[in-house]
């Protein structure tokens, strides 16, 4: 039988699964955004786990729910590198065996930390959608279990943890800043801060270049996309044709979609970088970028942005920040 699609309850299942190996991130205020944006502004630091990403959220409630049998067996996944590395950390922590198939537009240090991780690297296809496809059928000859990167009810639950954290740590939130791609992120904190603060507002973030949810929503089905080159390269791909859950949660629970552009992600890096002392990939910044370009509607309470991994190129961030 197909799993449902997660509920809030999940969400909590998921927070106590993961513990062992999931710490919570903090949640800080940011006096600089607080002062551009008339409300309070604060930022909820994702970066901080031991692969730089979020995804260890996820990846760890999927594979502590697998059967012993499909933990022996081992897992595979296809990703533009964050959940990749995700599910390298957390298999080799539980002594899994993993598979992680990257297309060519991975960035090489991202190609680098799975292998630190443990995991067999596999570089087939020019595309996510290719890369996927090689991924299904190397795991249906090997009978590994596929880790899907956002459309999966675990997965999505385990993102939700984040939406946990932040009513524990900012119960009057009024607004989430969430970037977007897949929707998992999104579908999961949406799940837990509905659930609990149904006035709040949830926004998803996506770059100009690429926006798949975006133009999904729009068409009221989901979409293929052209992949651009974009400095949010973690937010690229589709959300598959035969999505089963994150458009339709995405479509009930949030309440708006925003795009910023290229030049909106470099000025928000510089701002985290001058203001935080943080480096942080694109994808993470389109929150802030959000806030810089002035796309919000006024929040009647604290704004609370998700930053959601650092992972970034050395040579692009040194470029970014030194224009
Ligand atoms: C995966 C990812 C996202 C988007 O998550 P989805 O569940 O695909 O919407 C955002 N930021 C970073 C850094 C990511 O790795």
Redesign the pocket.
Known sequence: MAPTSPTVADVWTARSRITSIVRPTPTLPSQSLTELAGAEVFLKWETMHPTG???IRGAANKLLSLSSEQRRRGVATFS????GLAVAYVARSLSIPATVCLSTGVPENKVRGMKRFGARVEVQGRSQDEAEEYCVRLASDEGLTVIE??DDPEVIAG?GTIGLELLDQLPRVQTVLV????????AGIALAIKANNPGARLVGITMERGAAMYESLRAGHPVSIEEEETLAD??RGGIGRRNRYTFALVRKLVDDTLLVTEAAIGRAMTLLFREHRAAV?G??AVGVAALLEGKLESSNGPIAAVI??NNVDAGVFAAVIGT
């Open positions: 990403s979020f995804k533009t590198g964050n959940h990167p956002f993102q970037p977007l791609s897949g929707g998992g992120l999104i973690s937010l990939e994808a993470a959601t991994g």
